[in-house]
């Protein structure tokens, strides 16, 4: 359900820190009927930086995704922020037996929608789990036509 289609099903969200809300979005998509949205209304308090290393945090998520160890996989996804959005977009691929977490960062895409890859995931086990950020600011992120897909040999 990468397109978010199908409601949220296989996807969970999760609150570090800061105001976030999460919702389907059928008023801004990159392709199909919906996004997964996250919005960011306002920063924890000073004291959950010593914690969290940052005072916004929530993600979308799929935990335990089917994968063949060894393999390598290509991740790929279309983000939309908000023009104010003042924070950074992490994509992590946990399980990757090269480098544990895997990440592909985005910045402000000042509305536009903007694919964001990321090469080389290499499962140690039979399933991954892919995060999506919303980290260290305020706005709002769309998330739309998330994919893995086993890359060419």
Not at 24 to 34: E, I, P, V, W, Y
Not at 93 to 110: F, I, P, Q, W, Y
Not at 117 to 142: H, Q, R, S
Request: with cysteine; hydrophobic share 35%.
């Amino acid at each position: 359900n990468g397109g978010f289609e199908q409601s949220s099903s296989g996807w969970s969200n999760q609150t570090q820190c800061g105001d976030i809300t999460y919702a389907l979005d059928t008023s801004q998509r990159h392709s199909g009927a919906a996004s997964a949205r996250l919005l960011c209304s306002a920063l924890g308090p000073p004291e959950v930086e010593e914690k969290f290393k940052t005072r916004a945090w929530g993600r979308w998520y799929q935990p335990a995704i089917p994968v063949q160890p060894g393999r390598k996989y290509r991740m790929r996804l279309w983000i939309r922020t908000s023009k104010d959005f003042s924070g950074k977009i992490h994509a992590w691929a946990t399980g990757d037996k090269e480098v544990g977490t895997r990440t592909a960062v985005s910045l402000n895409t000042e509305g536009l929608w903007k694919e964001v890859t990321m090469e080389g995931i290499t499962p140690e086990a039979n399933e991954i789990t892919l995060y999506l950020n919303l980290m260290e600011g305020t706005g709002t992120v769309w998330l739309d036509d998330v994919e893995l897909t086993e890359a060419e040999p």
